[in-house]
C-alpha cells in the first residue's frame, strides 16, 4: 500500500531551514509494533519573482521646479523576497530633494533597504528631485531604477525608463469652454459647442478632446473629424498653437420619451502632453428636457346614415405628431343627443353623459384607435342629424384641447 501527504510550506520559512519527518505504523498483529519509518530531512529553498516600475507624478517637468517619481516594486512569489534592495541615480539635470522610505543618498545614488517583501505583495517608494533651472525646453530627462534580492536569481532587475520632457516657460495652457442651449426639447436634437484655447506662451502638442455621450442620449453627428469610441467621442486635433482656439461641435438626439424636466450633464476634456495641468475639464453644462407634443383627433361613424332603433358605431383616432411622446392623454366624447351609450372599447366609462378614455402615453409618430356604439332612438324623425365632437388633452400639448 502506497500513502501520500501534501503539505503547504509557507513563504516566509527561511532559506536553509531543515523539514524534519519520520511517520509511524502500528497493528496489533505485529509484535513490533509500531514501528517508525525512516527519516526524511527536507531543506527549503526561496525563491521570489520581483518586478519594478517608475512613473513621474506629470506628464511634463518644469524647469526650476521639483519632480515626484513613484516607484512600485512588486513580489509575485511563491516565496518571501528577503534584503530587497532600490537603487535610483538621480537623473542628470537634476538634484536630490527627498526620499521616503528611509531612502538615502549616497555617490548621487538613492538606496532603500526594503527588507522583506511577502509573496503578493508590493512596497510603493517616493522620489523627489530638483529640475535645474537652466535646462532647454524639450529636454528629456531619463531614469530608471533598480531593485535586487539574493531570493531573486534574476536580479538586480530595471525598470522601463520614465523619460520626461523638460517645459522652460513656453508651455502650453489648455482652455476649453463648453455651451449648449438651457433647454431641449425631447425628440428633438442637441447640439454643444466646445471652444479649445491654447492660452499659454508654447505650442500644444498631440492635442486630444474627449466628451462622454450623456446617458440617455443618442450619438448623431460630431464635427473636424470627431469620431465615437465607446461611449465616448473622440476629437484628435493634432498641435494647437499658442494663442490659437478650435471650435468643435457635437450633436445628440434626445430619445422623445425621456421624461419633461430631466437634466442632462455633461463636462468634455482636453489633454496635451505640453500642458501640465492635462486633462483640462471644461465647464459642466446642464440641459433641462422638456416636452411637446402635437396631438391631432379624427372622429368619423362607420356608416354614412344612422338607422333609428339600431347600433351607430364610432372611430376615434388620436395621433401625436411629436417630436415628444405625449403623456397623460385623455379622450372624451360626449354621448350624442338622440342616442344611449351601449360601449366603448380600451377601458372608455361613461358617467355624466360623457364617455373617457385615459389613454396614457402615446410615442411620438404613434396613433391611437378607440371605438364607441351608442343606439339611435327609435322615434328620431327622419332626417334628423346627429352631432358629435370628440376631444383630446395632454400635458404634453399646450393647445389641447
Not at 502638442?205 to 465616448?232: K, Q
Not at 483640462?280 to 433641462?288: A, E, F, K, L
Not at 411637446?292 to 339600431?310: C, H, V, Y
Not at 372599447?345 to 409618430?365: F, S, Y
Given at each position: 500500500m502506497t500513502l501520500t501527504l501534501e503539505v503547504m510550506v509557507p513563504a516566509n520559512v527561511a532559506m536553509g531551514t531543515v523539514i524534519s519527518n519520520m511517520a509511524q505504523a502500528a497493528s496489533p498483529d505485529d509484535v513490533n509494533s509500531p514501528v517508525n519509518s525512516n527519516g526524511v530531512d527536507v531543506t527549503v529553498e526561496t525563491l521570489a519573482n520581483l518586478a519594478i516600475m517608475k512613473r513621474s507624478d506629470t506628464p511634463v517637468a518644469i524647469a526650476g521646479e521639483n519632480l515626484a517619481y513613484t516607484i512600485t516594486v512588486t513580489n509575485n512569489g511563491p516565496s518571501d523576497a528577503q534584503e530587497v534592495v532600490v537603487t535610483d541615480p538621480i537623473p542628470v539635470g537634476t538634484s536630490?530633494?527627498?526620499?521616503?522610505?528611509?531612502?538615502?543618498?549616497?555617490?548621487?545614488?538613492?538606496?532603500?533597504?526594503?527588507?522583506?517583501?511577502?509573496?503578493?505583495?508590493?512596497?510603493?517608494?517616493?522620489?523627489?528631485?530638483?529640475?535645474?533651472?537652466?535646462?532647454?525646453?524639450?529636454?528629456i530627462i531619463s531614469n530608471i531604477a533598480r531593485v535586487e534580492s539574493p531570493t531573486d536569481p534574476d536580479t538586480p532587475k530595471e525598470s522601463d525608463p520614465d523619460e520626461t520632457p523638460v517645459d522652460n516657460g513656453n508651455r502650453a495652457m489648455l482652455m476649453l469652454e463648453k455651451s449648449a442651449p438651457m433647454t431641449v426639447i425631447a425628440g428633438n436634437n442637441l447640439t454643444y459647442?466646445?471652444?479649445?484655447?491654447?492660452?499659454?506662451?508654447?505650442?500644444?502638442?498631440?492635442?486630444?478632446?474627449?466628451?462622454?455621450?450623456?446617458?440617455?442620449?443618442?450619438?448623431?453627428?460630431?464635427?473636424?473629424?470627431?469620431?465615437?469610441?465607446?461611449?465616448?467621442?473622440v476629437w484628435s486635433l493634432g498641435e494647437l498653437a499658442a494663442g490659437a482656439s478650435v471650435t468643435l461641435t457635437l450633436e445628440v438626439m434626445v430619445p422623445a420619451n425621456v421624461a419633461m424636466g430631466t437634466v442632462i450633464s455633461n463636462t468634455a476634456q482636453a489633454a496635451s502632453p505640453d500642458d501640465v495641468n492635462s486633462p483640462v475639464n471644461s465647464n459642466g453644462v446642464d440641459v433641462t428636457v422638456e416636452t411637446l407634443a402635437n396631438l391631432a383627433i379624427m372622429k368619423r361613424s362607420d356608416t354614412p346614415i344612422a338607422i333609428a332603433g339600431e347600433n351607430l358605431a364610432y372611430t376615434i383616432t388620436v395621433t401625436n405628431n411629436g417630436p415628444s411622446d405625449a403623456q397623460e392623454v385623455v379622450v372624451t366624447?360626449?354621448?350624442?343627443?338622440?342616442?344611449?351609450?351601449?360601449?366603448?372599447?380600451?377601458?372608455?366609462?361613461?358617467?355624466?353623459?360623457?364617455?373617457?378614455?385615459?389613454?396614457?402615453?402615446?410615442?411620438?409618430?404613434?396613433?391611437?384607435?378607440?371605438?364607441?356604439?351608442?343606439?339611435?332612438?327609435?322615434?328620431?324623425?327622419?332626417g334628423t342629424i346627429i352631432s358629435n365632437i370628440a376631444r383630446v388633452e395632454s400635458p404634453t400639448d399646450p393647445d389641447t384641447p
Amino acid at each position: 500500500m502506497t500513502l501520500t501527504l501534501e503539505v503547504m510550506v509557507p513563504a516566509n520559512v527561511a532559506m536553509g531551514t531543515v523539514i524534519s519527518n519520520m511517520a509511524q505504523a502500528a497493528s496489533p498483529d505485529d509484535v513490533n509494533s509500531p514501528v517508525n519509518s525512516n527519516g526524511v530531512d527536507v531543506t527549503v529553498e526561496t525563491l521570489a519573482n520581483l518586478a519594478i516600475m517608475k512613473r513621474s507624478d506629470t506628464p511634463v517637468a518644469i524647469a526650476g521646479e521639483n519632480l515626484a517619481y513613484t516607484i512600485t516594486v512588486t513580489n509575485n512569489g511563491p516565496s518571501d523576497a528577503q534584503e530587497v534592495v532600490v537603487t535610483d541615480p538621480i537623473p542628470v539635470g537634476t538634484s536630490f530633494v527627498s526620499a521616503d522610505m528611509g531612502g538615502m543618498l549616497e555617490n548621487g545614488i538613492v538606496t532603500w533597504n526594503v527588507g522583506a517583501l511577502p509573496a503578493g505583495e508590493t512596497v510603493t517608494l517616493s522620489l523627489v528631485v530638483l529640475v535645474d533651472a537652466n535646462l532647454a525646453d524639450g529636454t528629456i530627462i531619463s531614469n530608471i531604477a533598480r531593485v535586487e534580492s539574493p531570493t531573486d536569481p534574476d536580479t538586480p532587475k530595471e525598470s522601463d525608463p520614465d523619460e520626461t520632457p523638460v517645459d522652460n516657460g513656453n508651455r502650453a495652457m489648455l482652455m476649453l469652454e463648453k455651451s449648449a442651449p438651457m433647454t431641449v426639447i425631447a425628440g428633438n436634437n442637441l447640439t454643444y459647442s466646445f471652444t479649445l484655447t491654447n492660452t499659454g506662451a508654447g505650442p500644444a502638442r498631440n492635442v486630444e478632446v474627449r466628451d462622454r455621450i450623456p446617458a440617455g442620449v443618442n450619438f448623431v453627428s460630431a464635427s473636424m473629424g470627431g469620431s465615437l469610441d465607446g461611449e465616448e467621442v473622440v476629437w484628435s486635433l493634432g498641435e494647437l498653437a499658442a494663442g490659437a482656439s478650435v471650435t468643435l461641435t457635437l450633436e445628440v438626439m434626445v430619445p422623445a420619451n425621456v421624461a419633461m424636466g430631466t437634466v442632462i450633464s455633461n463636462t468634455a476634456q482636453a489633454a496635451s502632453p505640453d500642458d501640465v495641468n492635462s486633462p483640462v475639464n471644461s465647464n459642466g453644462v446642464d440641459v433641462t428636457v422638456e416636452t411637446l407634443a402635437n396631438l391631432a383627433i379624427m372622429k368619423r361613424s362607420d356608416t354614412p346614415i344612422a338607422i333609428a332603433g339600431e347600433n351607430l358605431a364610432y372611430t376615434i383616432t388620436v395621433t401625436n405628431n411629436g417630436p415628444s411622446d405625449a403623456q397623460e392623454v385623455v379622450v372624451t366624447d360626449p354621448i350624442p343627443m338622440g342616442t344611449t351609450f351601449v360601449s366603448a372599447d380600451m377601458g372608455g366609462m361613461l358617467e355624466n353623459g360623457i364617455v373617457t378614455w385615459n389613454v396614457g402615453t402615446i410615442p411620438a409618430g404613434e396613433t391611437v384607435t378607440l371605438s364607441l356604439v351608442v343606439l339611435v332612438d327609435a322615434n328620431l324623425a327622419d332626417g334628423t342629424i346627429i352631432s358629435n365632437i370628440a376631444r383630446v388633452e395632454s400635458p404634453t400639448d399646450p393647445d389641447t384641447p
